[in-house]
């Protein structure tokens, strides 16, 4: 990487809805070279026409961004970022093949525990981050993603660090984002996992925002009896979880998150398929492989992919 490109690297976002549209967004924002990918034709039609529309504790503001659908990618970039649904990573990445090099770094900040598997089909581990994020984010319609809270960006390489990981915290501060290089982001994406567990599915199956599963108190216990199973999982996998922090971090969801809608809520009220395979599906298994009873978590899973299947 030369130094033109280390001081603004070429970046794709790859999958431009709520989260993909927040981060790139304030990327640009912050002055980097940034270009959506999508694949939704009303959405990418009110992004070409208006800019994506961003609404967060700083204002709401108009932000013109180039977007692109995976056939009109006709260049290769330094970084490019997954946000796409995980049982879409694959042929969403080998849709804009094109767009990599021996030299692109691929980003995975999506929910689950396996995603850097998925990368792996397609770059050297040398060329792979891997992270999450904690920031909020709500499609409010085409070209339109709303965002309130704090949050944090937590990313590390799969093996030999890539020349970008350095860049990256400081890329995302000039976003006004905050990112950090952490050496144990394996346990960061274990802990975002129940997380989501607690959470994600907990609205989907009640048609609640974040708030209203915290106001009651059997679905804030259900929320937290999630956490004890899947700490409890992620533990005899090896992962160093923090119960304490991962329940702070739910209470303060509750609490300061309350009108958002997670998006395995999003996609079942846009009678889409979740994403509870790679979330609670993922930790159901490796529960089951080390025999750790999960009844909350499993129960979940039951009735998601029973919303799934009538899809």
């Known amino acids: 990487m030369n130094n033109q490109t280390r001081q603004k690297p070429s970046i794709a976002i790859l999958g431009a809805g709520a989260m993909g549209g927040l981060i790139g967004g304030s990327l640009s924002e912050g002055g980097a070279d940034v270009t959506l ?6 959405h990418v039609d009110a992004l070409r026409q208006n800019g994506l529309k961003l609404k967060t504790d700083k204002g709401e503001r108009y932000i013109p961004i180039p977007v692109l659908f995976p056939w009109e990618v006709s260049k290769t970039y330094d970084l490019i970022i997954v946000f796409t649904k995980t049982m879409h990573t694959t042929s969403a990445i080998a849709a804009i093949r094109s767009a990599i090099d021996a030299n692109t770094v691929l980003l995975s900040l999506q929910n689950g525990l396996d995603n850097k598997l998925s990368l792996m089909e397609f770059v050297d581990q040398k060329n792979i981050m891997v992270g999450i994020t904690t920031y909020p ?5 085409p070209g339109c993603v ?17 020349p970008l990981l350095d860049y990256m915290p400081g890329l995302f501060a000039r976003g006004d984002m905050k990112a950090i290089i952490d050496p144990q982001v394996e346990v960061a994406i274990w802990e975002k996992v129940i997380f989501n567990a607690a959470l994600n599915g907990l609205c989907a199956v009640t048609r609640s925002t ?5 106001a009651h108190a059997d679905t804030r216990e259900l929320a937290f009896q999630i956490i004890g199973e899947l700490c ?17 971090t739910v209470s303060e969801a509750l609490e300061q998150h309350s009108s958002h809608k997670p998006s395995m809520l999003q996609d079942v009220l846009a009678e889409r398929p979740t994403e509870i395979e790679a979330i609670c599906g993922a930790a159901v298994r490796r529960a089951e492989e080390h025999n750790i009873p999960v009844p909350v978590t499993r129960t979940i899973l039951g009735l998601v992919r029973h919303i799934d299947w009538h899809l």
Do not use: W, Y
Not at 146 to 162: M, N
Not at 232 to 248: D, L
């Open 37 to 42: 990918i999508d694949v939704n034709a009303e």
């Open 137 to 141: 984010a709500d499609m409010k319609g």
């Open 146 to 162: 709303e965002s309130h809270g704090e949050g944090i960006v937590r990313l590390a390489s799969a093996s030999a660090a890539p």
């Open 232 to 248: 409890a999982t992620a533990h005899a996998c090896g992962f160093a979880v923090q119960g304490e922090r991962i329940e702070k």
């Open 210 to 214: 974040v708030g209203q599963i915290g």
